[in-house]
């Protein structure tokens, strides 16, 4: 029987290589900032320190606990950088949330028992976009976690099979669209001037001098702003996080 | 972790950490920390969990105040001296429209302050100052970012950001277009709204007509951008393909973030996948695709396909367009 790994092996990629998205706390921009650095922190699933970032989707993993966190609670911030900036540090990829995966909100699709061992994919961006191109057809229904429809497995295909039922609604009624994010694992700490190319943030943050000029002239990173109202509500600033980096993408030419 | 029905103001945060600035109020204890979590409607949905370093809290002494489930949202202020100040969305909508001068070094703050009390005819003012703030960092991201803000915060651009957006490419100057007419469409309901001499039924129907029309208004400005319409005047089965294919994989897609957008102007948080309506068009597009798949047809009956798409559209319009006038027109506002 085949594995997940071998499945995706055999797809042809998506056209376009789509940034990596690392979403985090307000409160740790300012450690950010001065460092220039993202940290990586002791994961507790994998247990190394490991830093996180999702596939062209602004999803959030909390690396210091082992469930998921539904949200950051308000003001969140994303940093969006180029793929080739990461993926020559890729320690895992998965084609979900491993955290989620371990509470048991993929199944019945998913067993937490096989998440970990059954869906590990090769360590490259280029998996990612295969899955795209397979269980997405394109960027735009990826982003927007539209599965393609009706697709059909073989006999050998069982694991592509329960990942298709996962993306098309098979887990957890608690489970949410991170179910689909491809995660993005790296093992060590990343200079954000490597390759950042977008930052979301609150719109009155830009008011810190210091700050803008981080972003803008040592990052070099667009800055894509919310306004004060949206960001302390969870229910509203997903979506406009969302529409703000896919608007981006399309101002880049990358949709 | 299930969310409380009513919890106790426990103190605030100021994620600037500079005054002025909009606090968070947070809820529950030090170790249970809770904000409001709403939509637009101004009323508390639930409680949603958050985690802040404790050092980050301005604790809360002396009002016992209490929100649950329902209630209006609660909303915090801080001026540059003074105590915290908090209120539904109405007192501190007066207390900042009273101060505005207060804001007028820090542009940033202020486009927030002006979303907030609705006063967006000073927004491009505010945006063209923050601009100015952010080219001194450099320049070229601070153009880009004016052009997002002013296509996102829906304020008409200038003649000559109009011909820089063109010849930025068709792309954007088809973003620019559109918005320009979201922006006709958008001033006539507000007129619809407020007329207090329309029954309700007649405005809803001018409502529906008005968002049904700039939904078909950009489907043609993307089919034109996309060279959909070449496809389709090709006829054969190849080219319907393709067409079908743009339209399952970006018109819709791009349909829906323009009505979220639009309606979120309104008021409205609404998008296309919330209704359900993308997946429903996908699949009849995908049925569409397949009755063409690997078959020499005739011409007519692949613009008889065409004409079958172009109807599962126009549903799709009519059921958002209706959805929008009930909506934005509701018995509440009968008296508006």
């Given at each position: 029987?085949?594995s997940?790994?071998?499945y995706i092996?055999k797809?042809p990629?998506?056209?376009v290589e789509?940034p990596l ?6 409160f ?5 900032q001065a460092?220039n650095?993202?940290?990586?922190n002791?994961?507790a699933i ?6 996180y970032f999702?596939y062209g ?6 690396s210091?606990?082992t ?11 994303c ?10 540090k890729?320690?895992r ?13 993929y ?13 590990r994919i090769?360590e490259?961006?280029?998996s990612?976009r295969?899955?795209?191109s397979?269980?997405?057809e394109?960027d735009e229904?990826?982003l927007?976690?539209?599965p393609?429809?009706?697709l059909q497995?073989?006999?050998n295909d ?6 298709y039922r996962l993306i098309?609604?098979g887990g957890?009624p608690?489970c949410d ?7 993005v694992?790296i093992a060590?700490?990343?200079?954000i001037r490597?390759g950042i190319?977008?930052i979301v943030l609150?719109?009155?943050f ?6 803008a000029?981080t972003?803008l002239?040592?990052?070099r ?6 306004d ?6 969870p229910?509203?600033f ?8 896919r608007q ?8 | ?11 605030f945060?100021n994620?600037r950490?500079?005054?002025p600035?909009f606090?968070?109020p947070?809820?529950?204890?030090s170790?249970?920390l809770?904000?409001q979590?709403?939509k637009d409607?101004g009323?508390?949905?639930?409680f949603s ?6 050092e980050k809290?301005?604790l809360e002494?002396g009002r016992?105040?209490w ?10 202020f801080?001026?540059f ?7 539904t969305?109405?007192v501190?909508e007066?207390?900042?429209a ?7 070094d820090l542009?940033?703050?202020?486009m927030?302050v002006l979303k ?6 000073a ?5 063209d100052?923050?601009?100015e703030?952010?080219?001194l960092?450099?320049?070229?991201i ?7 803000m ?5 304020t008409k ?6 011909s820089?957006a ?6 954007q100057?088809?973003?620019?277009a559109?918005m320009?007419?979201a922006d006709?469409?958008l001033r006539?309901?507000e007129?619809?709204q407020?007329?207090?001499n329309l ?6 129907r001018?409502v529906?007509?008005e968002v049904?029309?700039?939904?078909a208004a950009?489907k043609?400005e993307?089919e ?12 054969t089965a190849e ?5 079908i ?12 973030d323009?009505?979220?957008e639009f309606m979120?102007?309104?008021g409205?948080v ?8 993308l997946?429903?068009?996908d699949?009849?597009l995908?049925?569409?695709?397949r ?7 005739k ?11 172009d109807?599962a559209?126009?549903a799709v319009r009519?059921?958002?367009g209706?959805?929008a006038a009930d909506?934005i027109v509701?018995?509440k506002?009968?008296?508006?």
């Amino acid at each position: 029987m085949g594995s997940f790994a071998e499945y995706i092996q055999k797809q042809p990629m998506a056209s376009v290589e789509l940034p990596l998205v690392h979403t985090t706390e307000y409160f740790h921009l300012a450690s950010i900032q001065a460092s220039n650095t993202l940290t990586t922190n002791k994961c507790a699933i994998f247990e190394e320190p490991l830093l996180y970032f999702f596939y062209g989707r602004p999803a959030y993993r909390d690396s210091s606990k082992t469930a998921p966190t539904r949200d950051v609670g308000f003001y969140p911030v994303c940093l969006v950088f180029r793929a080739g900036a990461v993926s020559q540090k890729v320690r895992r990829l998965y084609p979900f949330d491993t955290a989620a995966s371990q509470r048991g909100l993929y199944e019945p699709a998913i067993k937490p028992s096989e998440a970990l061992a059954s869906y590990r994919i090769p360590e490259t961006v280029e998996s990612a976009r295969r899955i795209v191109s397979c269980f997405f057809e394109t960027d735009e229904r990826y982003l927007s976690n539209s599965p393609k429809p009706a697709l059909q497995f073989g006999a050998n295909d069982v694991a592509a099979g329960s990942y298709y039922r996962l993306i098309t609604g098979g887990g957890d009624p608690a489970c949410d669209d991170r179910c689909s994010a491809v995660e993005v694992q790296i093992a060590e700490s990343l200079d954000i001037r490597e390759g950042i190319v977008a930052i979301v943030l609150p719109t009155c943050f830009l008011e810190d001098n210091t700050l803008a000029n981080t972003l803008l002239n040592v990052w070099r990173a667009m800055p894509l702003t919310y306004d004060a109202d949206t960001g302390m509500r969870p229910l509203e600033f997903h979506g406009t996080i969302r529409y703000l980096i896919r608007q981006f993408y399309r101002q880049s030419r990358l949709l | 972790m299930t969310s409380p029905r009513r919890v106790q103001l426990f103190g605030f945060v100021n994620p600037r950490e500079r005054r002025p600035a909009f606090l968070i109020p947070v809820f529950g204890s030090s170790t249970d920390l809770w904000i409001q979590d709403g939509k637009d409607d101004g009323l508390v949905w639930q409680f949603s969990p958050c985690s802040v370093p404790s050092e980050k809290i301005i604790l809360e002494d002396g009002r016992n105040l209490w929100v649950g489930v329902g209630d209006p949202f609660i909303y915090a202020f801080q001026f540059f001296e003074g105590p915290v100040e908090i209120g539904t969305k109405p007192v501190i909508e007066r207390l900042l429209a009273a101060r505005l001068s207060e804001f007028s070094d820090l542009p940033f703050l202020l486009m927030d302050v002006l979303k907030f009390i609705k006063q967006p005819e000073a927004l491009l003012e505010a945006i063209d100052r923050a601009k100015e703030k952010l080219a001194l960092h450099n320049p070229q991201i601070a153009e880009q970012w004016t052009l997002l803000m002013k296509t996102t915060n829906r304020t008409k651009p200038s003649v000559l950001e109009r011909s820089k957006a063109s010849v930025a490419g068709s792309g954007q100057a088809a973003l620019v277009a559109s918005m320009v007419a979201a922006d006709s469409a958008l001033r006539r309901i507000e007129e619809v709204q407020h007329d207090p001499n329309l029954p309700v039924r007649h405005k809803r129907r001018l409502v529906k007509t008005e968002v049904a029309a700039l939904i078909a208004a950009r489907k043609t400005e993307i089919e034109d951008r996309l060279k959909i319409q070449q496809m389709r005047l090709a006829a054969t089965a190849e080219a319907a393909e393709r067409a079908i294919d743009i339209y399952r994989n970006q018109v819709i897609y791009e349909m829906g973030d323009e009505f979220y957008e639009f309606m979120g102007r309104l008021g409205v948080v609404l998008s296309l996948k919330d209704l359900g309506l993308l997946k429903e068009l996908d699949e009849r597009l995908t049925e569409f695709r397949r009755s063409l798949t690997g078959k020499k047809i005739k011409k007519e009956f692949v613009q008889a396909i065409l004409e079958q798409v172009d109807e599962a559209f126009a549903a799709v319009r009519e059921q958002l367009g209706k959805r929008a006038a009930d909506l934005i027109v509701s018995e509440k506002r009968k008296d508006d």
